[in-house]
C-alpha cells in the first residue's frame, strides 16, 4: 500500500516490505550487495538509495560519495584508533602499543564477519576503488605516523614515523589478502602473525 502525502495525493511506498537503512553501516550493506552482484561501475547512487529505501539526498548525509559506501564507519573506527593511541602511556613499548592498535582497529564482531569479506574484495580488488582507496589508506598512516613522530620527538613526515606507517599497512594488507584465499582463515591470527614479524624483524622459525 502506498503512503499519502500532506495533501492527500497518494504516494508510491519507497520499498514494500523492508524498512528505510537508518545507519551508516547497513546503507554500507546495501552498496556492497550491490557492488558485489551488479557490479562497481554499474551501480549508481540513485540504485543504493532506492535499494536503501531512502532518498538520494539522505545517502549523501552518510557518505560524501558512493566510492565511500563500502568503507562503512571508517572515520568513526579511524577516531577511535587515534583516541586510543593517545591514550597509551608513553612508557608502553611503541611497537606493542601498535600491534594492539592494529588489530584492535581490525577486530570484526561476527555478525559483521560476511559484511567484511565483501567489502574487503571490494576494496582490493575492483580498480575502480583501489583508486579510492589510496586515500583511506593515508589517512590511515597518518594516524599511525603522528602517534609514531610524537612517540620519537619528530615530525610526522620524517622518514621513521613513515616507513612503520607503511610496514605496519602492509602488514595489515597482506593479512587481509590471506584471510580472503581462505573461508576458514582467521583475520586476527593473520594480523598477529605479520605484526609479530615486524617485531622480530622477520626472523622466521
Given at each position: ?12 511506498a519507497?520499498?514494500?516490505g523492508?524498512r ?12 556492497i550487495?550491490l557492488?558485489?552482484?551488479r557490479?562497481?561501475?554499474a551501480t ?5 538509495a532506492?535499494?536503501?529505501g ?6 549523501f548525509r552518510?557518505?560524501p560519495?558512493k566510492?565511500?559506501?563500502?568503507w562503512g564507519d571508517?572515520?568513526r573506527?579511524l577516531?577511535?584508533l ?8 608513553p612508557?608502553?613499548p611503541?611497537?606493542?602499543?601498535l ?5 584492535e ?7 559483521e ?6 567489502r ?6 575492483v ?15 597518518d594516524?599511525i605516523?603522528e602517534?609514531?613522530a ?7 613526515d620524517?622518514?621513521?614515523?613513515q ?5 605496519l599497512?602492509?602488514a595489515a594488507?597482506?593479512?587481509?589478502e590471506?584471510?580472503?584465499?581462505r ?8 594480523l598477529?602473525?605479520?605484526?609479530r614479524m615486524?617485531r ?6
Amino acid at each position: 500500500m502506498g503512503s499519502t502525502s500532506t495533501n492527500g495525493a497518494a504516494r508510491p511506498a519507497t520499498r514494500l516490505g523492508r524498512r528505510p537503512a537508518t545507519t551508516a553501516a547497513e546503507l554500507s550493506h546495501v552498496a556492497i550487495r550491490l557492488f558485489r552482484d551488479r557490479g562497481y561501475e554499474a551501480t549508481t547512487v540513485d540504485d543504493i538509495a532506492a535499494a536503501a529505501g531512502i532518498g538520494r539526498r539522505t545517502f549523501f548525509r552518510y557518505f560524501p560519495s558512493k566510492s565511500d559506501a563500502p568503507w562503512g564507519d571508517f572515520d568513526r573506527r579511524l577516531a577511535q584508533l587515534r583516541d586510543f593511541l593517545r591514550r597509551q602511556p608513553p612508557s608502553a613499548p611503541l611497537l606493542d602499543v601498535l600491534r594492539t592498535a592494529v588489530l584492535e582497529f581490525n577486530r570484526v564482531p561476527p555478525e559483521e564477519v560476511h559484511w567484511h569479506r565483501e567489502r574487503m574484495r571490494l576494496l582490493l580488488y575492483v580498480p575502480a576503488l583501489q583508486a579510492h582507496s589510496i586515500l583511506r589508506y593515508a589517512a590511515w598512516r597518518d594516524v599511525i605516523a603522528e602517534y609514531v613522530a610524537d612517540r620519537l620527538g619528530l615530525d610526522r613526515d620524517d622518514h621513521p614515523p613513515q616507513a612503520l606507517a607503511w610496514a605496519l599497512l602492509g602488514a595489515a594488507i597482506s593479512a587481509y589478502e590471506q584471510w580472503l584465499r581462505r573461508d576458514d582463515a582467521d583475520l586476527a591470527e593473520l594480523l598477529d602473525e605479520g605484526l609479530r614479524m615486524l617485531r622480530t624483524g622477520f626472523a622466521l622459525g
